[in-house]
């Protein structure tokens, strides 16, 4: 499988228009903080148990932040912290459709 950066940039970008498109400009995910961590390196490896961790979705924003602010430079963990509040954005946005 071969992904690239403009597929992504379009996918993402597609997907925040839906969202405005529905008129959702943000979302309140304060119910939602602590969730588990599985290592990137254990993630794919089904042949042994996986150990877990802890991560929070409000350090993870508060870090986003600092990138978005440009108090620290963008790293690939970032990428981490961002696919766990995509996460969150997803599991709140369900509830409100289906309700």
Do not use: C
């Not at 089904?46 to 409000?58: H, P, Q």
């Not at 932040?65 to 946005?93: C, G, M, W």
């Amino acid at each position: 499988m071969n992904v690239t950066v403009g597929e992504l940039r379009i996918l993402f970008d597609k997907l925040m228009n839906k969202m405005e498109q529905e008129g959702i400009l943000s979302l309140d995910i304060n119910d939602i903080d602590y969730y588990w961590i599985v290592s990137s390196d254990e993630w794919t490896n089904f042949e042994t148990d996986v150990s877990l961790d802890v991560g929070s979705l409000i350090d993870d924003w508060k870090s986003l932040q600092k990138v978005i602010s440009e108090e620290h430079i963008p790293t690939y963990v970032d990428f981490d912290r961002l696919a766990s509040i995509l996460r969150a954005v997803a599991e709140t946005i369900v509830p409100l459709k289906e309700g």
